[in-house]
């Protein structure tokens, strides 16, 4: 009942932590002293949170209780499908590509809404504690359940990297820290994050990383945006800056580009940006684009991360408002993203036009100290040009305050937000993982269970993955756009014919589900092997045809299975009535009740 007094406790705490800071740096203190209380603060904060929602009950454990409030339900699934992945590294990507990117963000906001329609209220009508448990229950086939939990692996897994790399490189920037320590703090805050209370320790230290993200995102924009234009709206005021955008480009010397002459999307080196921001199909040619976001939007329909959110709440309409709520605050970031790349933009190209009069920007030396930019003369005419400024695109969204000659402690706000973001979503993939390792396929093996009890399983699961994925950030060069747009390409061709065909279609049955799923993510690897050899799935728009390819395909061998193989069961029919009906108990509590009768008798 005090929830609300108590995130506003947490909000303003994060607040006034800022204004004491501003308050310090404008006393002498060090921007390594400011950065690493802004930074470590929070983490504190979280940590306490994740604490104070520590439990030992099952349901407590893997649904949160099924009591979390609409609105903090939508606080976390808006973090998970936007992630720290999109805060900087598509938020980078679109002052490099410009319109080209928005598909991106189009696609989230579409898959948001289908999510919500499609899938979401009835998912939350069964109530299982993961995706793999619901095509498990929906066609009473332990084997599917393992079938989907071995399957949604590698993009949940694809999607924990990413976003553990970009908490990985906020923490080695602004603490700051070798590699392997930021690695050794992300990993082992999210993993005891997980073990210590499992869905409820995430939902609610989540919601205080939401809370702190908005806020940190908000503000230095909303003073950029002041700075720029007078108005504090970024949102709805940037397309006034686009002229001088132009302009700016223009003088500049960027100039139009075909796709055939840039590659894609931009990798996470260091790169120039060449294309102008309002050239339509300037990277990605139309299909491509559309490619894209039709790949986003199936693959975040059928996120296991942002699905597995589904059982959390208190009844089937808390959930649709839930999903109403999450595609609000995603369609609000989609909007503000490009305001981000706006603004920088016209600040650096504004200041670069200035160089041959006015010499070097100021902004050039700290932002080359935070390794967020190297500016080098290639051609060796004694100034710097706009091909010779080479941006870290996961670093725009951070040097928009040192473009902008704000205060040190806006950028470390910043930085604080973005890891904020980047530690809820991470923590909730893992514990997808977790989750489904244990109580998908280790309770299909030991069903009672006998062996061992279910959350000592699943903290060894979460435990293990979070071992696994620290191993594979110190050895491995992860690319989180990259790794991002794969894991929905594998979640859109893997999940989204088979959700769609199991909650719309009471003629599928096990086999035309078990088809659905091999099929897609069969076909959809394949194209992700031999992307090197031929040529397919080696770019961003190929990689998101391929996954239509593969979802088409899935979808049809899905049908073709189901109408040639054995007819669904009495029982089937029942079931999918039952799933249909918005009111009444829990279906797979009502399981758990009767298998837990027999036991309790014998007992």
């Known amino acids: 009942p005090h929830l609300g007094a108590y995130y506003g406790i947490v909000a303003s705490a994060f607040v006034s932590l800022a204004i004491l800071l501003a308050m310090a740096e404008q006393l002498g203190w060090r921007d390594g002293s400011i950065a690493r209380l802004m930074i470590l603060m929070p983490l504190v904060l979280y940590m306490a949170i994740a604490v104070a929602a520590r439990t030992l009950n099952i349901e407590d454990f893997f649904t949160s209780g099924r009591r979390v409030p609409q609105v903090y339900n939508g606080f976390v699934m808006a973090a998970i499908t936007v992630g720290g992945t999109g805060f900087f590294a598509y938020t980078g990507a679109l002052f490099f590509v410009g319109f080209d990117g928005l598909g991106i963000g189009l696609g989230w906001v579409c898959g948001t809404l289908l999510a919500a329609v499609l899938f979401v209220p009835y998912l939350r009508r069964v109530g299982a504690y993961t995706l793999p448990a619901f095509f498990g229950f929906r066609f009473r086939s332990p084997l599917t359940r393992m079938v989907a939990s071995a399957l949604q692996i590698a993009p949940t897994f694809l999607l924990l990297a990413a976003e553990a790399k970009i908490a990985t490189m906020v923490i080695s920037i602004f603490l700051p820290a070798a590699n392997w320590v930021a690695v050794l703090i992300v990993i082992v805050f999210v993993a005891a994050t997980g073990i210590l209370g499992g869905m409820r320790a995430l939902t609610w230290s989540g919601s205080a990383q939401f809370i702190t993200g908005s806020l940190g995102l908000a503000i230095p924009l909303t003073v950029v945006a002041v700075v720029l234009t007078n108005l504090p709206a970024p949102q709805f005021i940037y397309g006034g800056l686009l002229g001088s955008l132009q302009n700016a480009e223009a003088a500049a010397g960027v100039a139009a580009a075909g796709p055939s002459n840039v590659a894609g999307l931009p990798g996470h080196e260091p790169v120039a940006a060449v294309t102008p921001f309002l050239q339509a199909f300037g990277t990605i040619s139309e299909a491509g684009f559309f490619a894209l976001f039709f790949c986003f939007a199936l693959g975040t329909a059928a996120l296991p991360s942002l699905l597995a959110r589904s059982g959390v709440t208190a009844s089937v309409a808390d959930q649709r408002r839930s999903a109403a709520w999450s595609l609000l605050l995603v369609a609000l970031f989609t909007m503000t993203a490009p305001a981000i790349v706006v603004f920088a933009k016209v600040l650096v190209f504004g200041d670069i036009v200035l160089i041959p009069t006015q010499g070097l920007p100021a902004w050039l030396g700290g932002l080359s100290e935070l390794q967020l930019l190297r500016a080098t003369d290639l051609n060796g005419d004694g100034s710097i040009s706009f091909s010779d ?215």
Do not use: N
Request: proline share 5%.
């Open 389 to 603: 400024l080479l941006i870290a695109r996961d670093g725009v969204a951070l040097a928009l305050p040192t473009l902008a000659a704000l205060p040190y402690v806006l950028t470390a706000l910043m930085a604080a937000a973005g890891l904020g973001i980047a530690l809820a979503a991470s923590g909730s993939h893992l514990f997808t993982l977790g989750a489904s390792l244990s109580d998908d396929l280790y309770r299909s093996i030991d069903p009672q269970p006998v062996i061992l009890p279910r959350l000592l399983v699943a903290w060894g699961a979460i435990g293990g993955i979070a071992l696994i994925m620290a191993i594979y950030l110190f050895i491995a060069d992860v690319d989180a756009l990259s790794y991002m747009l794969t894991a929905f390409a594998l979640a859109a061709a893997t999940f989204f014919p088979a959700l769609f065909l199991a909650t719309w279609w009471q003629r599928c049955t096990v086999w035309g589900a078990l088809a659905s799923l091999a099929i897609g993510f069969g076909f959809m690897l394949l194209c992700l092997i031999a992307g090197g050899l031929v040529g397919i799935a080696d770019t961003a728009a190929g990689t998101a045809a391929a996954s239509l390819v593969s979802a088409l395909l899935a979808l049809v061998g899905g049908i073709g299975a189901s109408l040639y193989g054995p007819a669904p069961k009495a029982a089937d029919y029942a079931f999918f009535e039952a799933m249909r009906r918005p009111d009444g108990e829990t279906l797979y509590d009502q399981a758990e009740a009767q298998t837990a009768a027999p036991q309790s008798k014998t007992e």
